[in-house]
């Protein structure tokens, strides 16, 4: 499609020059570019050129001609009703629109008989591909009929190991929570797990390496009695925070697995009279939309990233999706708030 | 199909037994049969023993022996990827699913060529119908395309008055609300409201009357010093519920009407060291599943009937979704917890 003028309407030069980038790199943008290639910002800037302008694609010209698109299927166990995973729906939606696709979607809610029936159906509808995605980042076992056309695991793995997935990068995630707080002077971080290293659940395993190894290469150990394991929920972020604050040498910060943990935090903190970040400095995960940006003082937290996922999840699909059991994950970036400072001097 | 006996596999006595009704009432739940028919419990006994038995009706034997489905389109502007609507996509896919439909669904993002191309497609697949979603209950105009095929306007209302719209009962809910404080014993109740009236907006507008109403039924006149007009973000209710609480004579009640604005509200009261609910009582409004349960003591507030409204939009559109411009509101239910208690005596 590249360099191809529409035959009428804007064209690729005036998105460039909108954008404020080159005709090349607004052609990589729109055509299957790996996330990896450009800034989140630069792809923003081409995106929001292409709204500005109405500037169409030939794919895109191809089907409001012919009136009839392809399809991309997506199988979700829960991700569009779960209050935040369907960002990854606007990704993979918006990616294969970009080729004149639209999305298929059902969420099965765990219905095999209706998952099933979903597959046979987008197969006889001859779908470009299936993405299969799923709530939270989880080992899984894919149903026998992928193997019939591209698919891709989408925030989790494929248990068997053929086909490609894309996930977040937990580990560096949680690594990159815990060097906030030692960069900011702190030496004794508390960590409130979502759930034990023994579930296997990569979003806790992968964030607790994390915390380690910051650990590690700061020369600190890890101090056992400043680690606690909840199930994820406000309450445990509470009772914890209340043990590791009230503990004879309590923490000056904690990273809290995430947001739901790292408000009930604040709210142990709130009880106790200590004020964050002043007295406690608090890193989350996640970024909630509906929590993490309205706390008070604001969390800083790390964001899953949901639309860049379903992107590329939609991106390898495109390129054929082999099956090679690679497993991209992608980084998880820190949105600063208010919620971390320097630990107070010791006395 | 009610009657008919699949092939293999539990029966629908096997589901009456196991769900404790009739055989007439699994029939009528699961073909169409109007929300208001039966219970929200009934049809949830009904569709867990389903799902229990694994039961299927004739329409998803004849997907599994044929290995396709026929479609329902599901158009929506932001409504897969906002945190709570996305609900209404479930309650439209079970109801599709019944009779052995899929949901096709493209959110637009208000992108008005990807919803035209949509359409086409929509069309071209031969779908039984189109729901045409809004993320939040507004007046809508929609695109003359769907006069074409059976369609329901959902969350909103056709603005021309021709397709019928399923949406939430604002004015039910905001009385509902009022009611719930009145009856408690509170006589001074606030109103902290999410849009000014003029911005026409029927949660604003329709919360506001039904407040109104509680209190004119109640022989109350409306207090204009103990209403505001926010935005809906919990600055506004901080803000506003500050003004409130500080006045000469401050309200013993709030009725926010939104969840956010409630949780502002509480950070004002902790604020001026008010208990909630010993010192001021909250009811709130929307039952954000990340907010409500969560915030300390748990919030008393009116849920959106999300799954039920997805339901009912298909049932519309499987009955055929003549262009009579009804508009059928469906009930918010009360959802108790523990924001709400009768007011302290006057000393």
Known sequence: MAGVRPKSGPTMHDVAAAAGVSQATVSLVLNSAPGSRFSEETRRRV???????GYRTNAHAKVLREGVAGM?????????????????????QERAWEDGLLLLTVNTGGDKKLEAASLDTMLSYKVAGVVYAAMYHRLLDVPSALAGVPSVVLNSQDRAGHLPSVAPDEVKGGYTATRRLLEAGHSR????????????LPAAVGR??????????????V???????????????????MELLTA?????????ANDRTAWGAYQAASDLRLSIPEDLSIVGFDNQTTVAPHLRPGLTTLELPFVAMG?????????????????????????????????????
Do not use: W
């Open 248 to 256: 004879a040498t309590p923490p000056t910060a904690i990273f809290c």
């Open 72 to 92: 991309v299927g997506f199988i979700g166990d829960s991700v569009a009703t779960s209050p935040f995973a369907g960002a990854i729906i606007e990704g993979a």
């Open 311 to 347: 992107r590329r999840a939609v991106d390898l699909l495109l390129q054929g999706a082999e099956p090679d059991g690679r497993v991209e994950l992608m980084e998880c970036p820190l949105i600063e708030r208010k919620s971390v400072t320097h630990p107070k001097e010791i006395p």
């Open 223 to 241: 101090d056992p009695s400043l680690v606690r394991f909840g199930q994820g929920g406000e309450e445990d972020g509470y009772r914890y925070a």
């Open 189 to 200: 971080v508390g960590l409130i797990n979502i759930e034990s290293l023994e579930s296997g």
């Open 47 to 53: 995106r929001d050129a292409v709204d500005q302008l």
């Open 208 to 221: 607790h390496e994390g915390y380690q190894r910051a650990l590690e290469e700061a020369g600190l150990k």
